[in-house]
């Protein structure tokens, strides 16, 4: 565990998702100072369908094809200076699936990964049982979400949290300095989720990877009635947008200067040219984020925004709307 | 005979032929009852029959939901039900009511999605897709070494006999299938006058009229939405002959 310190004199860290040995160099030529990604062993995949889930993805085109190609990626980065975590965050492990999540938390360690995202506390406990020598971050879907919550994961050997998606600014802000002891990471472009995704059930198994929450919902009331009006907006304006264009720039400086300095781009299994963007994107926004502020600062960040996504931001897709306030 | 729990509303009478009820919400700190409202069910009959169901809770929604745990186990209530990493961290150390893992922790898997294939699964997914987080023995290790005594389960989408896990009783709800939590508050406005009001002073939008329908064209029945909780209506499949003895408590959430 770090011991605490003022969050400006640690450099700002971007990671970046990856599903292929031939995305990790431009990935981090780009700006990336870790990769994150995983893969579903054949023995996994000749087992259970797409949604018993591994590490949180459902579908064929995020995963690194195989451990060998996985191994090579990871060797790759450690070549080049970066660092890759290993997902294997599903949030509970069936006894029969859980040799085969330490077996590969085992490979990890064995072949320098350096670091397993993690959401189960069994895996946690059984982790640290075999002596497996690989710092643990706390998934978003392990839920740290508050001061005890963090104490708790850090017990379990946790030595960074993923910032669960629906906290703001200032709860973040409070996290960071209550539970100083940890390092936080925060979601920052791509990938905004309507619930709390610890704890959503909802599958994501449909063939045109357009999930439940993304669905087409008619909100009413007990009796057909038309349900209050900020309840239907709240729901058309999840309608209305694309989840996976999910931004939190504006809010950059606020996030460091509340002590999180590690800043996460969804999408693994989006095009390769697609995160190389969002990656130097952001890492030219990073340069200056320190000192960032006012609308001349948020106006670069709209115009990152529509450069990135072809379109202009929203309220729906922004990770941090409090930035904008404030 | 197998007991029977009933969840009272805000403002509801605890009060009828049941062994106990239950009040508090799983997912919003701002539906915890105040410490009027606590002591008055309290007083109202036997405490030891009360539940106090707690929720997910923010960094600044800690100390609201430890502070009405410790009124509650104070003034003699029989549960508190956790859904929370956190509130479990801190209940688990200090002495006090039974402690039950909530849905919430159990993270059972629920849908929907494309479970249709059902019969083209094997025997292990299955299992997963009913019953997962029960066969994660490192998992219940862990939440038993937390004091937890009693898990809370719904009905899965397609009914498989239920696990007996040692050192656990297990209640179930009979009426309801826990899908989702929704990341923020639809009846509150996205501002600092409404996500990030002070708990205490929400009037409580959401518990007015009655559960919202979550219609979808991939649903044939609908959802409900009851604040920020996406709920299932749902009847147990099975005759509570069919239950094994561990489930000794059956939970009905009955809808307004």
Not at chain 1, 53 to 80: H, I, K, P, Y
Not at chain 1, 163 to 192: D, S, W
Not at chain 1, 287 to 304: D, F, H, K, V
Request: charged letters at 25%.
């Amino acid at each position: 565990m770090r011991s605490p310190k003022d969050p400006f004199d640690t450099p700002a860290q971007i990671l970046a998702p990856v599903n292929a040995l031939a995305e990790v160099e431009p990935l981090l030529e780009a700006g990336a100072d870790w990769l994150y990604g995983g893969c579903l062993p054949g023995e996994w995949t000749e087992r259970y369908p797409a949604t018993v889930l591994l590490n949180q993805r459902t579908f064929a085109s995020a995963q690194f094809a195989s451990l060998d190609e996985l191994e090579a990626a990871v060797r790759m980065a450690r070549r080049s200076g970066g660092r890759f975590a290993l997902t294997l965050n599903a949030p509970f492990y069936m006894d029969e699936q859980m040799e085969l999540a330490l077996d590969m938390a085992g490979w990890a360690a064995d072949v320098g990964v350096g670091a397993l995202i993690v959401a189960d506390p069994g895996l946690m406990v059984r982790v640290r049982e075999a002596g497996i020598a690989v710092p643990m971050h706390l998934s978003t879907m392990g839920l740290g979400s508050n001061a005890p919550a963090v104490r708790l994961f850090a017990e379990l050997g946790v030595t960074r949290v993923i910032l669960p998606r629906f906290l703001n600014l200032r709860q973040v802000a409070m996290l960071v300095e209550q539970v100083p002891e940890v390092e936080y990471e925060a979601f920052i472009l791509v990938g905004k989720c309507p619930n709390v995704e610890g704890v959503c059930t909802f599958l994501h198994d449909s063939p045109d990877l357009r999930w439940p929450c993304e669905w087409d919902w008619e909100i009413s009331g007990p009796c057909g009635e038309r349900a209050p009006e900020a309840v239907t907006l709240h729901f058309k304006g999840m309608r209305d947008t694309d989840r996976r264009d999910a931004c939190g720039l504006c809010a950059l400086p606020a996030l460091l200067s509340g002590g999180v300095n590690i800043f996460k781009v969804v999408g693994r299994g989006a095009p390769l040219d697609r995160k190389v963007l969002m990656v130097t994107r952001l890492r030219r926004l990073m340069a200056g984020a320190r000192e960032g502020s006012g609308p001349q600062w948020i106006q670069g960040c709209m115009e990152a925004y529509r450069s990135l996504f072809g379109h202009p931001c929203s309220p729906q897709n922004c990770y941090y709307p409090e930035a904008l306030q404030e | 005979m197998r007991e029977r729990y009933f969840t009272v509303g805000p403002g509801a009478e605890a009060s009828g032929d049941s062994h106990g009820f239950r009040v508090g919400s799983e997912t919003c700190a701002r539906l915890l009852p105040g410490p009027g409202r606590l002591s008055s069910l309290a007083a109202s009959g036997d405490p030891a029959g009360l539940t106090l169901v707690t929720p997910l809770a923010g960094p600044d929604e800690v100390d609201r939901v430890l502070e009405a745990i410790s009124q509650a186990r104070s003034e003699g209530w029989g549960e508190v039900v956790v859904n929370d990493w956190g509130i479990l961290r801190e209940v688990s150390a200090r002495p006090g009511a039974d402690i039950t893992a909530g849905r919430l922790l159990l993270r059972l898997r629920r849908g929907p999605g494309s479970l249709d294939d059902w019969d083209g699964l094997d025997g292990a997914s299955r299992r997963y897709f009913a019953w997962g987080p029960l066969y994660d023995r490192p998992f219940l290790d862990f939440l038993g070494r937390q004091g937890v005594a009693r898990l809370e389960l719904d009905p899965p989408r397609h009914w498989l006999p239920v696990p007996s896990p040692d050192g656990f009783r297990l209640s179930m709800h009979c009426d309801t299938r826990l899908i989702s939590v929704l990341a923020s508050c639809p009846w509150l406005p996205e501002d600092s006058e409404g996500q990030g009001a002070e708990p205490r002073n929400c009037e409580k939008p959401c518990t007015e009229g009655g559960p919202l329908a979550m219609r979808a064209a991939a649903l044939e029945h609908p959802l409900r939405l009851c604040g920020r909780a996406i709920l299932e209506r749902v009847r147990l499949p099975v005759g509570e002959e069919d239950l094994p003895d561990r489930v000794d408590r059956l939970i009905y959430d009955p809808f307004p």
